[in-house]
Nanobody
Framework: QVQLVESGGALVQTGGSLRLSCAAS????????MGWFRQAPGKERDFVAA????????YYADSVKGRFTISRDNAKNTVYLQMNSLKPEDTAVYYC???????????????????WGQGTQVTVSS
């Protein structure tokens, strides 16, 4: 079992920045790929970014490329999402998740992730 706790969500103005953190406990965190998803009210949960277990490879949704950066510190069992140039359409609850090892689905597919945090609210005002 893996427990995930997100933090860092806040109310920020358009153009501002935030850094989300996701602290993991339980199984060997460093051996799992991790992802960030987001869900706006009335919408489905969408992929934001993912990172390989080693941190060498990252993936991004087109909507956040060039603005968001995912990273991880395996010594601290933590994955981060640095969000810059925030827009009102980035407003959502952000979730981190642990990717399954035995999946053939792509990094952007929610069902390829086994464990989820409770989410942290990000609100971008215009």
């Amino acid at each position: 079992q893996v427990q995930l706790v997100e933090s860092g969500g806040a109310l920020v103005q358009t153009g501002g920045s935030l850094r989300l953190s996701c602290a993991a406990s339980g199984r060997a965190f460093s051996s799992y790929a991790m992802g960030w998803f987001r869900q706006a009210p009335g919408k489905e949960r969408d992929f934001v970014a993912a990172i390989s277990w080693s941190g060498d490879t990252s993936y991004y949704a087109d909507s956040v490329k060039g603005r968001f950066t995912i990273s991880r510190d395996n010594a601290k069992n933590t994955v981060y999402l640095q969000m810059n140039s925030l827009k009102p359409e980035d407003t959502a609850v952000y979730y981190c998740a642990v990717r399954r090892r035995d999946t053939s689905y792509g990094y952007g597919v929610a069902s390829s992730y086994a464990y989820w945090g409770q989410g942290t609210q990000v609100t971008v005002s215009s």
